[in-house]
């Protein structure tokens, strides 16, 4: 949560899903400037963009570095890594004040953003699983998906066989994994590219995943989630 650093600022109420902001924004209320966390209790901010058009200028605020770029792809104008100072957000919001004519994100900031990241980031490429008394490494891409039940992280391999892991959710699961391979389907499913065999138009917008292996149960992506997941299929 922001403080408030400017006295006579008027602050929205906090919204913490990407459904209450929908609904909040389309309500057509006037705002000036948004801070988002890139994770929401019901998926990823940028669903928010793909199922609305977000009228006003973004600083995004997370704990990880990989989202920077595609956050400057869309509305932001920052993006600032966890935990905040007050100095740090000061200088989010002059930059604010120096954009709010234009409203365009900073290019120059992005090229060198880009130039920062590209390379630098790396992703998980196998896993240590478990195995009597060893540990067995297991390559990353030989699971077709990645559930959670019960607050039970799980990977289901391409051959049948599961295997618990230590991560606690799916959502610190996808920060350490390739997001051009894996996608997070809903809240209990995330997906292999790989395994993804057919898509099915589904009742309200929703879309239906066929996938193989096939899971226990509906791999079902929302309305509000069809766009990006189609930008992540055909990328």
């Given at each position: ?72 792809e869309v ?10 100072t007050q ?24 090229a060198r ?123």
């Amino acid at each position: 949560m922001v403080t408030a650093l400017r006295p006579m600022a008027r602050f929205a109420p906090a919204i913490d899903s990407v459904e209450a902001a929908t609904a909040y924004l389309r309500e057509g209320t006037a705002i000036d400037l948004i801070f988002l966390d890139i994770h929401l209790s019901d998926g990823h901010a940028f669903d928010l963009f793909a199922s609305i058009d977000v009228p006003c200028p973004v600083i995004f605020t997370t704990a990880y570095d990989q989202y920077a770029v595609k956050a400057f792809e869309v509305n932001s104008i920052d993006y600032l890594l966890k935990p905040m100072t007050q100095e740090r957000v000061e200088k989010a919001l002059t930059k604010f004040d120096q954009l709010s004519a234009s409203r365009k994100p900073d290019e120059a900031y992005l090229a060198r953003l880009q130039k920062l990241l590209s390379g630098t980031k790396t992703y998980k490429q196998s896993f240590l699983i478990p195995y009597k008394d060893k540990l067995l490494p297991v390559p990353v891409k030989d699971f077709a998906w990645f559930e959670i039940r019960q607050g039970v992280v799980s990977g289901n391999k391409f051959d049948g066989t599961v295997h618990l892991l230590e991560e606690r959710s799916l959502d610190e699961l996808a920060n350490l994994i390739d997001p051009g391979q894996f996608f997070r389907a809903n809240r209990q499913f995330l997906i292999n590219r790989a395994a993804l065999k057919e898509v099915v138009q589904y009742f309200n917008g929703k879309l239906l995943l066929k996938m193989s292996p096939a899971p226990s149960e509906k791999v079902i992506i929302s309305r509000e989630k069809v766009t990006l997941f189609k930008s992540w299929v055909t990328a």
